[in-house]
């Protein structure tokens, strides 16, 4: 319940979490697309992003398809899921990272967080393969922008024989040992949904160093026609393949890619250093070894600092305490003043649709739990973090000022 005295002049735009950052070229190549009278899923737009996507990356092939989930589709066909099989999911991420095995009839098994880059731990992964032997797949996101522990991750998959698919639709841009995440699964997809670091409005790629997979996502993506002179089909299809209006806006936005990973970098610097003396740390990083795009700012306040706070399935409450705050009561200052801010993902297993799917943490005595540690009185790693955390406004175009004042209101909510 926002009970705050206003302190300060509520903003006049909107201050939002994440909005697309137009420069003019997309303008260009989507009239280019017009004009031509290519306003369908052909065209050089199509060629060109799919070109430069690749090179930028440093894969061998990226397929342009309508959306990022419908390359996590097609990649977790690639990777050879099927109905029944056991796959091993991040936890605590967007639910369109594991939706796509769940079309095809896999089952998630949802591997906790570390809480060095929050994302999927690799020694609860190590322990889901004692529990699950056979399992061949894992589906791992690299959450905000922020590169997962890749090298312990694969060397886990390697051990046990086990395909990595990688969602890099958060992270763009962002590097892991000197390469671009997408390309440490044996299959990666990004994403150009409208609150990505750069966008087409909509849209996605696989990316792959294999011919055939390339071309098979191309087939499967466009109706799996056959080489006939008649619509023959041998395979299930999709209409998955991009519009070549979207890659006119894609092909605009390539060229900033740095420019907004940059400015996202600014930003995450500015709150840094704005809540020193807080009891709250920023969404953490492997400096050594990674380069994230900071793609949302994320902060994370100190157990001590928390405020009497519950979560219902559906709403929240808590109570307000001197030097003490909450998500909730940050949030809703931040809502009264007109900036968005947004919890952080809840973790899927704690939401209802997989309630019944197991969940592994190693989280207290390192031991490898299920679902029945959460029945009872202990915290996971996900579950904290989404207790503790939320994500910041972070759009490119919030001025520094308007900055200072997210920071002042939310050095007020600890007051
Ligand atoms: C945005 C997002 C997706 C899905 O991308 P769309 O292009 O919106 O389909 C998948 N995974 C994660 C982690 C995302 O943030």
Same mark, same amino acid.
């Given at each position: ?52 996507? =690749?090179?930028?990356? *440093? ?10 989930? %419908?390359?996590? #589709?097609? $990649? /977790? ?63 791992? =996101?690299?959450?905000? *922008? ?10 886990? %998959?390697?051990? #046990?024989? $086990? /395909? ?63 080489? =006939? ?187």
């Amino acid at each position: 319940m926002f009970t705050h005295d206003k302190k300060f002049k509520p903003f006049t735009g909107k201050v939002w979490l994440a909005t697309p950052t137009m420069h003019g070229e997309e303008l260009k190549w989507m009239t280019d697309a017009f004009n031509k009278n290519w306003m369908s899923t052909v065209g050089e737009n199509i060629n060109e992003v799919e070109r430069l996507t =690749a090179a930028k990356i *440093g894969c061998k092939y990226a397929v342009a398809l309508s959306c990022g989930t %419908a390359a996590l #589709h097609l $990649a /977790v066909k690639l990777a050879g899921i099927k109905r029944g099989d056991k796959v091993f999911c991040s936890d605590m991420t967007f639910s369109a990272t594991l939706n796509p095995v769940v079309y095809e009839g896999g089952v998630p098994i949802f591997i906790d967080t570390e809480r060095d880059t929050w994302n999927m731990d690799p020694v609860a992964l190590e322990k889901a393969f004692e529990l699950y032997p056979d399992v061949k797949h894992i589906v791992m =996101a690299n959450l905000y *922008g922020t590169p997962a522990k890749m090298d312990e991750l694969r060397a886990v %998959a390697d051990r #046990h024989g $086990a /395909v990595i698919v990688e969602d890099a639709a958060e992270s763009l841009g962002a590097t892991y040992k000197g390469k671009q995440t997408g390309t440490f699964g044996d299959i990666g997809i990004i994403s150009f949904n409208g609150n990505k670091i750069i966008t087409g409005s909509s849209g996605g790629m696989l990316l792959t160093d294999d011919i055939e997979q390339a071309n098979k996502a191309r087939k499967w993506s466009t109706q799996s026609r056959e080489a =006939a002179p008649w619509y023959q089909h041998e395979e299930l299809g999709y209409n998955y393949r991009m519009s070549n209006v979207i890659a006119g806006v894609i092909r605009g936005q390539l060229p900033y890619l740095e420019e907004h990973i940059a400015q996202k970098k600014a930003i995450y610097e500015r709150y840094k250093a704005g809540f020193k003396g807080l009891p709250v740390v920023m969404n953490p990083f492997d400096g050594k070894n990674s380069a994230p795009n900071y793609w949302l700012s994320c902060m994370l306040i100190d157990g001590d600092a928390m405020c009497k706070h519950v979560r219902g399935e559906m709403e929240a409450c808590y109570v307000k305490q001197s030097g003490k705050s909450c998500p909730t009561e940050i949030l809703e200052t931040l809502a009264a003043y007109n900036a968005e801010g947004r919890p952080i993902w809840k973790p899927m297993h704690m939401q209802p649709i997989y309630r019944n799917n197991p969940f592994v943490t190693v989280e207290g005595d390192g031991r490898a739990k299920t679902n029945a540690y959460i029945a009872g009185s202990g915290v996971d790693v996900g579950m904290d973090i989404f207790n503790r955390g939320l994500c910041l406004p972070s759009d490119n175009k919030m001025t520094a000022e308007q900055q200072d004042t997210v920071i002042n209101i939310v050095r007020a909510c600890f007051e």
